[in-house]
């Protein structure tokens, strides 16, 4: 409510009230003219000086440092000062919304803050596992003085495994936290997803027969699936994918690969015979060093980070990845690529080809 109307209303009620007492004694009405009149000038003077010295002035204060405070300085710089015509109903509405900022802000902060120690003791755990293991090693060989030079390269070489998962680990850190801040480009070019799905089988050929696990490609590799993507990334996706498929699959069985066709995507799909994910572990698969099973997992080896790694690729080329499992039945991750339409390819198959 504007302050003129504000004051106009109580201003009115005075005078209205005064009016009625002097009619009460008096009844005349030209004393009760002249008293409305007087009283309503005096009660408009008075309120207005009152309430905007006393009452407004703190409001719009009020309501100005919450505007600037939302607003920012270089916004509020770039727009200018600008008073409300109403700040009651204004300043009401902005500690409203404010607050609601604050509470999500909190609630972020506290998220993020959880987030942080669990990162911090994942990635402490992870550090500590491989250099514990590489220290023992080296102080049996020393104290054996390779006597035993049998047990002195067993243990050389099992130290040797230990800083190889270090280093997988740095090289994964440093990749995802270049994902994270952008520093890694997207550098998009037309390409036949199939093809490159022929190249990631025939670079895991050999890793498959070690884990006697069947390789499926449920298309036809001289199909057109053309997308825009970034083909080296989206290798990496496929291999860490495929090779997360030989780590949780059972001998003897299949990873197979299919694509799908939607309307401006490609839709590829990875699915394994493998022990399968509990549905509650699923929201959290993507995250940083989770593990469902951590002795498994070490046991298998790898750094922790490469579904996070997936996804942070993924998200980066604006598509979505998902997951669908069930235990003793395997799992199948999913994820959308931009497709090139097919009244496009007569432009993009003479690219491809040269």
């Not at 009405?29 to 009152?50: K, R």
């Not at 003085?145 to 230990?162: G, I, R, V």
């Not at 890694?184 to 025939?202: G, Q, R, W």
Request: aromatic share 10%; charged share 25%; with cysteine.
């Amino acid at each position: 409510m504007k302050l003129s109307v504000l004051v106009l209303i109580n201003a009115l009620a005075v005078a209205i009230a005064l009016s009625i007492v002097n009619f009460y004694f008096q009844h005349k009405w030209y004393d009760v003219t002249v008293t409305f009149l007087i009283g309503f000038i005096t009660s408009y003077i008075v309120f207005y000086y009152l309430i905007e010295k006393y009452v407004y002035s703190k409001v719009k204060l009020i309501y100005k440092l919450i505007h600037n405070l939302k607003l920012g300085r270089d916004l509020r710089d770039a727009l200018g000062e600008s008073t409300s015509t109403d700040p009651i109903g204004d300043v009401e509405q902005e500690v409203k919304e404010w607050a609601r900022e604050k509470k999500t802000e909190i609630e972020q902060l506290r998220s993020q803050e959880k987030f942080r120690r669990e990162f911090l003791s994942n990635i402490s755990h992870e550090f500590k596992t491989p250099l514990f293991a590489i220290q023992g090693y080296l102080e049996a060989v020393m104290e054996d003085e390779f006597y035993d030079t049998d047990m002195a390269m067993q243990f050389l070489k099992k130290a040797e495994k230990n800083v190889d998962r270090l280093s997988y680990l740095i090289k994964d850190l440093d990749e995802i936290s270049k994902l994270e801040s952008g520093e890694i480009p997207i550098n998009y070019t037309k390409f036949k997803i199939n093809d490159l799905i022929k190249e990631v089988f025939e670079q895991l050929e050999l890793k498959a027969k070690q884990h006697d696990i069947k390789l499926i490609f449920k298309q036809k590799y001289d199909e057109a699936f053309v997308v825009s993507a970034d083909r080296d990334k989206i290798c990496q996706v496929l291999i860490n994918l495929i090779d997360n498929s030989f780590k949780y699959g059972k001998p003897g069985g299949s990873t197979s690969v299919s694509l799908f066709e939607l309307h401006d995507q490609i839709l590829v799909e990875i699915t394994d015979e493998g022990l399968g994910i509990n549905e509650k572990h699923l929201p959290r698969l993507f995250e940083r060093f989770f593990r469902i099973d951590s002795h498994r997992s070490r046991e298998i080896g790898g750094s922790g980070l490469g579904l996070a790694i997936v996804k942070h690729i993924i998200e980066a080329h604006q598509q979505t990845i998902n997951v669908r499992s069930t235990e003793g039945l395997g799992s199948t991750f999913g994820f959308t690529l931009q497709r090139i339409m097919p009244s496009a390819l007569k432009q993009v198959i003479p690219v491809l080809k040269s």
